[in-house]
């Protein structure tokens, strides 16, 4: 059964066709395209699928598409400035050589744009600790921990 959804998407009001049963995660990647959004275990322990719903980071694979009706989601590509440049986390992450395959870091970068949206410096302790809903094969915590740490050191005043 079909269902017409409104919500905004990286800044963009979307009026969206979707199965009362689909995941945010088909939604995001196959009906508007944002590639970003990977389907990874589709039980939400892995974290590829991460975007933020009204600010706060979810697992979209195992959100219904439904319940984004009226809400606001932000995904990697909605990060960029208009002319093509990064936002401080992704600069953050490049600098520090946290992407190797690329497949986990667009969602613990979103988990990232909430942690530094809490606007507080945090131990290397508490970014492991708030981000270990993320599994990476290949790139290794250490360098993923020092891009965030580093973005936030840009981003929070305290």
């Known amino acids: ?3 017409i959804i409104h919500c905004t998407v990286n800044g963009k009001q979307e009026e969206v066709a979707i199965d009362a049963r689909e995941s945010l995660t088909d939604m995001l ?3 508007l395209g944002l590639t970003s959004v990977k389907r990874g275990c589709e039980v939400g322990e892995c974290g590829a699928c991460t975007v ?3 600010g706060k980071a979810i697992d979209s694979c195992i959100y219904l598409a439904l319940w984004a009706d009226g809400k606001t989601i932000l ?3 909605g990060l960029q400035a208009p002319d093509g440049t990064l936002n401080p986390i992704q600069q953050a992450f490049v600098d520090e050589a946290a992407v190797q395959c690329g497949f986990c870091i667009p969602g613990v970068i979103m988990s990232a744009v909430e942690i530094a949206g809490m ?3 945090l131990t290397r302790e508490e970014i ?3 981000i270990s809903g993320h599994l990476c094969r290949c790139t290794g915590y250490q360098n993923i921990t020092n891009a965030i740490e580093k973005a936030i050191n840009i981003l929070v005043k305290k």
């Open 128 to 130: 492991r600790k708030m």
């Open 75 to 77: 995904t990697v590509e």
């Open 52 to 54: 933020l719903v009204d």
């Open 119 to 121: 606007n507080k410096k």
């Open 1 to 3: 059964m079909m269902q």
């Open 29 to 31: 990647h196959n009906r």
